[in-house]
């Protein structure tokens, strides 16, 4: 049997534990399943993807269950209810990411669906379509989609051939060089389209994700395309992971002996992994402003802006009694798990941490 655990932002009951209250420490998700409410999961969770205000769960199964903010039936299901705890979207699904109101869901077949809201283009289908109810936007073909990513209104796909397709706000950059109207770039992009990126070889590309305005590649090396701008980075090792916060990048590197976090960009409230830190590193999540680690003691430490609770209760760091939000930085390693239950997948969201276990 296994476990959701979570901690975090919880005003639109984002958490899925049937309340809106912030949680300071880990507590169970709860999940409707043949029309009983349990916290006990059969099937093994493999993915959790966060919008703004919802969450999404993918199974084993390729069961999705939903949560949250459902205003604009971002959560897969219609009438636009808060839904307070996980509730199954209809189908099988291979993968999913979320945005700030929308969510993309990639079935087995290689189908890509949208629903939310889009007064950005984040649903692909077109300007001036809404989703309050699942829509095909592009059918990629089986076994086509490699990988997607959704930040807050942009959403880049790569396929197995590793092209890469994209749509949303691109006034940054963010989805690369677009056709020119005029003399003016297109500041969206309404339906999917292929993208290009100046200096940036498709088929060399590693790993990707999306920022608050920015997209980021690792191939050969780092490049990122829009609002947020990064000298040359410089790594030693094999980079084997890139995560991206709304303003900061996160590499994954492995030395000879261990794997360590290498991290640029913003620190305003402690986004960056902690110097001084050197756990080994078993596994790593990145969500809006924060991240998790799993280490190789089976502890799941967390760092950064930790405003609502997602770092866990602070030990140790400076408090800022005059400001609130400083207060919450987490700029030290905070540990928020640490039990026998073995820790299987992390995931982080929007001020939200979530962690599986398979009970003993």
């Not at 409707?32 to 703004?52: K, S, Y």
């Not at 950064?304 to 866990?312: A, K, M, P, Q």
Request: glycine letters at 12%.
């Amino acid at each position: 049997m296994y476990q959701v655990l979570c901690c975090g932002s919880n005003g639109q009951y984002q958490l899925g534990i049937g309340n809106d209250t912030d949680q300071l420490e880990l507590v169970a998700a709860k999940f409707e399943i043949d029309g009983t409410v349990t916290t006990q999961l059969a099937a093994e969770p493999v993915e959790v993807v966060c919008g703004g205000n919802h969450t999404l769960v993918l199974f084993s199964t390729g069961e999705i269950y939903s949560c949250g903010d459902n205003t604009f039936g971002q959560c897969g299901h219609q009438g636009g209810q808060t839904i307070e705890v996980f509730r199954k979207i209809d189908g099988k699904w291979a993968k999913a990411a979320c945005g700030w109101e929308f969510t993309i869901l990639v079935d087995l077949e290689g189908k890509v669906y949208s629903c939310g809201r889009g007064l950005k283009g984040e649903l692909g289908l077109g300007k001036g379509v809404d989703g309050n109810q699942l829509r095909e936007v592009i059918d990629f073909g089986p076994q086509a989609v490699l990988s997607v990513r959704s930040s807050l209104n942009h959403t880049v796909v790569q396929l197995a051939d590793k092209r890469l397709f994209g749509w949303g706000n691109a006034r940054k950059g963010q989805l690369g060089v677009q056709n020119a109207i005029g003399t003016k770039l297109e500041s969206v992009i309404w339906q999917p389209r292929q993208l290009k990126f100046e200096g940036l070889d498709d088929l060399q590309v590693r790993f990707f994700d999306v920022g608050r305005d920015y997209t980021a590649f690792y191939s050969n090396d780092y490049k990122e395309y829009g609002k947020k701008a990064t000298e040359k980075v410089h790594v030693n090792g094999d980079v084997v992971g890139l995560r991206t916060m709304w303003s900061s990048s996160h590499l994954l590197v492995k030395n000879e002996k261990h794997l360590s976090i290498k991290s640029f960009g913003n620190d305003s409230h402690g986004q960056l992994f902690p110097q001084s830190a050197h756990p080994v590193v078993q596994q790593f999540e990145i969500g809006s402003e924060h991240g998790l680690i799993l280490t190789d003691q089976n502890s799941v430490m967390a760092w950064g802006w930790g405003e609502h609770g997602n770092c866990g209760e602070r030990s140790g760091d400076e408090v800022y009694e005059d400001d609130l939000s400083a207060a919450a930085v987490t700029y030290s390693l905070n540990t928020i798990y640490n039990q026998a239950h073995p820790v299987t997948r992390l995931g982080s969201g929007c001020a939200t941490s979530w962690i599986t276990i398979r009970k003993l």
